[in-house]
């Protein structure tokens, strides 16, 4: 590849969901030689998630450089409305300025590709292509809205995400995961073609990041292969299936070297996670647990019929229409399943991480007053510190108040309870056959955890590791002073990295803050959003 006419100053790529402990043992045996050369020549260490380290509000962090209780989004949904739905939200709910907003305003033009939650797009000096929760190629998914048809004329087939639609029933067999991992590829590539489109035709950008959703769209069926780590009984095939995987990182980093290699030497690279991935062993049903403890009742309906009729869920799943098992899922182990009158406190969605209050006033069929909010909230949290996993392990590092762990104008919006799982645990609504831990089969699956990867090379650093964790929240400040940009610090939870700047200059006047108007999915579009968000595991 051929260097182009104009690279950008700071180039920023995005492997959603990476894994030091994945990347380790593939750098060493020699799978990883462009990745391996960044090293190299930068410096790398641990990027800190978000609580819970879940997509929306990490990508929304490190874009804002704020904490979600400064930018409002906690999750992939709003609260509990009248209709018992939580509404699915997108790039106009966040409330904090973004990246682009501080480059458009000191005149860098940038270039924002596949970075999710960036739908619906807004405007800003230079091209931004959304990302994963764009409902399709059929809304206006790019600013401006022009590049839209250019990029579908030289890419028709163009995926804003992993859509899995041949995969999401199977993706474990060896048939099912040479398809998966063909659809993650495919989507690799799409992306790697925009970019070099984006780039030629649109540039040139001082600024261009992109954001690559393969790995942890591999990771969640597939961690037990990524991270080189045999069940107890691997069959004699298990070592050529693990081949299969790796090999999708091999090619995810010929890709990079694409961009590497078209990028001048002057150029400041980094090479981001939103979050890492650790093991899937246990699946916390929160709500199963709340019933136990007396906070939560299922109508009768639910209680009596859900366990006979749970052998048959798998093949449900497989055989009949989505919008059947949906309704199914709604009956017997959603929202509409609680009876509300009889309970206290209720779980949030999966990897959601949290537990609402049904609060009189708030919720529609509240119970909780305001004068028993403390007290019942200080039950809650003693309980949950005392229950255990099945293999003895606390289910909690922490369980915070929301107020403990966010801070802003928006942390009302927050589940009342933040629990930090220990690893291994995913929290979930969906029903436990007995008790409310479910063994995960099956086994070799991964969920995320909060230590992600952080790579920096440019000409003002020297090799070798961070001597220290920075977060999600330090990238976008580090980047503004990078350029030379003013840095208002009082606009930033983060702060710059001083092992990347050395000095720069801060700025004590905050521009006014951007206002818009939050724009809901249409219910067609919040379908797809669902069924997309359910095909990935992140809705039950």
């Known amino acids: 590849m051929t260097q182009h006419r ?9 492997w959603d969901g990476a894994d030091w402990r994945i990347l380790r043992p593939m750098l060493a045996a020699g799978q990883l030689p462009h990745l391996a050369r960044l090293l ?3 410096r790398y260490g641990d990027l800190t998630s978000t609580v819970p380290p879940v997509t929306a509000p990490a990508w929304t962090t490190f874009l804002t450089g704020v904490n979600p209780g400064r930018h409002g989004l906690f999750t992939w949904q709003g609260r509990l409305n009248e209709r018992l739905e939580r509404p699915f939200l997108n790039a106009s ?6 990246l682009w907003n501080w480059l458009t305003d ?26 994963m929760l764009t409902p399709g190629t059929h809304v206006t998914f790019t600013y401006p809205p022009e590049v839209k048809a250019r990029l579908l004329a030289v890419l028709p087939e163009y995926q804003l995400d992993v859509e899995m639609q041949h995969t999401e029933r199977d993706r474990t067999s060896p048939t099912g995961m040479r398809a998966h991992l063909e659809e993650v590829s495919r989507a690799t590539r799409q992306r790697v073609a925009a970019w070099f489109l984006l780039w030629e035709e649109y540039g040139p950008f001082d600024v261009a990041m992109i954001v690559f959703e393969g790995p942890d769209r591999v990771q969640h069926p597939l961690y037990g292969y990524a991270a080189d780590v045999p069940p107890p009984n691997a069959d004699a095939q298990w070592p050529e299936r693990r081949a299969w995987v790796w090999a999708y990182y091999t090619f995810l980093d010929q890709q990079l070297g694409l961009i590497l290699e078209a990028l001048s030497e002057e150029t400041t690279v980094f090479l981001v996670s939103d979050h890492g991935f650790g093991p899937l062993e246990w699946e916390f049903c929160v709500n199963d647990w709340l019933a136990t403890q007396g906070w939560l009742r299922f109508h009768d309906h639910a209680r009596h019929l859900y366990a006979p009729l749970r052998p048959l869920a798998r093949w449900a799943k497989r055989m009949l229409p989505r919008r ?23 779980g949030g969605g999966v990897m959601e991480d949290g537990i609402w209050l049904n609060v009189k006033g708030r919720e529609p069929y509240g119970v909780v007053s305001p004068d028993e909010y403390d007290a019942v909230r ?26 403990d762990i966010y801070h802003g104008p928006y942390v009302d ?49 020297s090799p070798g590791p961070f001597t220290r964790p920075y977060t999600l929240a330090d990238v976008a400040p580090t980047v503004l002073a990078l350029l030379g940009i003013p840095v208002p610090e009082a606009a930033f939870d983060g ?46």
């Open 378 to 403: 200080e039950a809650l949290i003693q309980a949950l510190q005392e229950v255990t996993l099945p293999d003895g392990r606390p289910l909690c590092r922490r369980v915070y108040r929301r107020e």
């Open 93 to 98: 709910h966040v409330r904090a300025r973004r």
């Open 6 to 14: 104009h690279t950008p100053r700071v180039c920023i790529i995005g």
């Open 413 to 461: 919006m927050a589940a009342d309870v933040v629990l930090e799982l220990n690893e291994g645990v995913r929290f979930t609504t969906l029903r436990a056959p007995r008790g409310y831990f479910r063994a995960v089969q099956p086994a070799g699956q991964g969920t995320h955890r909060r230590r992600g990867i952080l790579a920096v090379a440019g000409p003002q650093l």
């Open 495 to 540: 702060r710059v990295m001083d092992e990347v700047v050395a000095t720069y200059h801060r700025a004590t006047a905050l521009p006014e803050t951007e206002t818009a108007v939050p724009e809901d999915f249409s219910p067609e579009e919040a379908e797809q959003i669902e069924a997309h968000l359910r095909a990935l595991g992140y809705v039950d």
């Open 40 to 42: 190299a020549r930068g």
């Open 324 to 346: 059947w098992v949906q309704r199914s899922r709604e009956a017997f182990v959603g929202l509409k399943a609680v009876d509300w009158a009889h309970t206290v406190a209720y």
């Open 106 to 131: 000191a005149g860098v033009r940038s270039l924002f590709l596949n970075v999710p939650l960036t739908y619906p797009p807004a405007p800003l000096d230079g091209v931004l292509v959304s990302g």
